[in-house]
């Protein structure tokens, strides 16, 4: 996700370009809509050999030459097909945002923001009736980074009553399949939800993402996907780096743990191996707080 503003400047660039995007099996419907698309080749890991993926790609790959090639997770295949030109970004340790650092990599500035792109025809059929809706992410792809079901329950509770930022809005539930089962306190939280943990089309979610009112989710790709969306979006961190991950745009903004990345890290029993919550001494308190003053700030009232 946080390199989709990069795809989006060279798109601008290029306006005729044909695209070919190579990636990672989760995010590839996100591109289903992308002008200029030629095809999306889903990168997917076998338990054949241990670079058979990289194989299967280069095949795929390596029988023309490129006008550019852009890889953007520092992979040998960048320097093993044929093209004109090709910048191949590198994880650095600075202290800077991934955005930052993709752009500063590909000498671009300002840092384009994250942007996917999605059919009239798509937002059409996906149309909702325009009523305020709060969107949650209570998922993430490890255990350490997630928030208890129960308390995402509470702060959509808080947030959507008569006194809240968004009164009476419908909730917005977002999840893989395997995730609903631990996140049904959130299903749970409000009648009229808009559940989309039952294997929504990615693109056909974030295409209705983009009518919410304001998102509030853990340090996930849905979090990415909220801010680019152009939403209010609030990530909630504990042990991941927000310097780093945080959602970016100027509708954005984090509440974290008390404790920092390094002293949630710096604890004996910490093992990045266990699924146990590391974010349980972030309270309901500082994340409706913290929504309440970015929902001020977008809206300045």
Not at 211 to 218: K, P
């Amino acid at each position: 996700m946080l390199s989709t503003g990069i795809l989006d400047h060279v798109m601008n660039l290029r306006p005729n370009a044909k695209i070919t995007v190579a990636c990672g099996g989760l995010p590839a419907p996100l591109f289903a809509d992308l002008p200029g698309l030629q095809r999306v080749i889903p990168i997917v890991k076998t338990k054949r050999r241990r670079i058979g993926h990289w194989l299967d790609l280069w095949r795929q790959l390596s029988g023309q030459r490129w006008s550019d090639v852009i890889d953007v997770r520092s992979a040998f295949f960048a320097w093993t097909v044929r093209a004109d030109h090709r910048w191949v970004c590198r994880a650095e340790k600075r202290h800077e945002h991934r955005v930052e650092e993709l752009a500063r990599q590909m000498g671009i500035s300002p840092p384009p923001t994250p942007k996917l792109h999605v059919s009239e025809q798509r937002a059409a059929r996906l149309s909702l009736d325009g009523r305020p809706i709060l969107a949650i992410g209570p998922a993430a792809n490890w255990g350490g980074k997630i928030w208890p079901a129960e308390r995402f329950a509470e702060a959509a509770r808080r947030l959507t009553a008569p006194d809240g930022i968004l009164p009476g809005a419908r909730l917005m539930v977002l999840g893989a399949p395997h995730e609903a089962k631990d996140i049904q306190p959130v299903l749970q939280a409000a009648p009229d939800v808009i559940d989309l943990t039952r294997g929504t089309d990615l693109l056909d979610a974030f295409a209705m993402l983009r009518q919410a009112s304001f998102y509030f989710g853990n340090d996930s790709g849905l979090m990415h996907m909220a801010a680019a969306a152009g939403i209010p979006t609030l990530g909630l961190f504990g042990p991941s780096a927000e310097w780093r991950y945080r959602p970016w745009g100027e509708r954005t903004a984090v509440v974290r743990t008390p404790e920092t990345l390094e002293e949630i890290t710096a604890q004996a029993d910490y093992d990045y191996r266990s699924h146990r919550s590391l974010m349980l001494s972030l309270t309901v308190d500082c994340v409706v707080e913290a929504a309440i003053r970015l929902w001020r700030r977008v809206y300045k009232d």
